[in-house]
């Protein structure tokens, strides 16, 4: 059976792109780059519709643009912030399962995802003030995100 929570997907993310402590950051950055061309480059654009309904529903459910943020584009921010850190997960998640990697560990991923983040006030709360409070919440972030 398998079983993907946030916490799994965290630490089997970490596995996959080789952290360990005292690890050099240019090689998990070339390893990430290798995942990426390997294997996520060809998959986001076989399941892009994954995806895509992804965005959608952050759309239907978050009311965009009006939104839980300050302005527009905070609340595009976000959406672009969750659509990222998902990619980047499946990314080390890709790195850990390589070629075992199923379509139903991206839905898990996503799910548990959702269930953690997504639908956690608090949570949301807390990186949007730490955005916010870093000035972060810019259109060269922004840029940075949709290019991981």
């Given amino acids: 059976m398998l079983r993907i929570d946030i916490f799994n997907a965290f630490f089997e993310f970490i596995e996959g792109m080789g952290y360990k402590e005292g690890f050099d950051f240019n090689t998990v950055k070339l390893r990430y780059k290798k995942y990426f061309e390997q294997y996520t480059e060809t998959y986001l654009k076989d399941k892009?519709?994954?995806?895509?309904?992804?965005?959608?529903?952050?759309?239907?459910s978050s009311m965009f643009p009006l939104g839980n943020y300050?302005?527009?584009?905070?609340?595009?921010?976000?959406?672009v912030l969750k659509y990222a850190l998902i990619e980047v997960l499946l990314i080390g998640l890709q790195g850990y399962y390589k070629e075992d990697f199923q379509d139903k560990i991206t839905?898990?991923?996503?799910?548990?995802?959702?269930?953690?983040?997504?639908?956690?006030?608090t949570m949301k709360s807390h990186i949007y003030k730490l955005i916010k409070n870093n000035k972060f919440n810019n259109m060269a972030y922004a840029c940075l995100l949709i290019k991981m």
């Fill in 48 to 60: 892009s519709y994954i995806f895509e309904n992804l965005i959608v529903n952050y759309m239907f």
């Fill in 70 to 79: 300050d302005n527009l584009f905070d609340n595009y921010f976000m959406m």
């Fill in 107 to 121: 839905l898990k991923l996503i799910q548990s995802f959702e269930k953690n983040i997504g639908h956690n006030a």
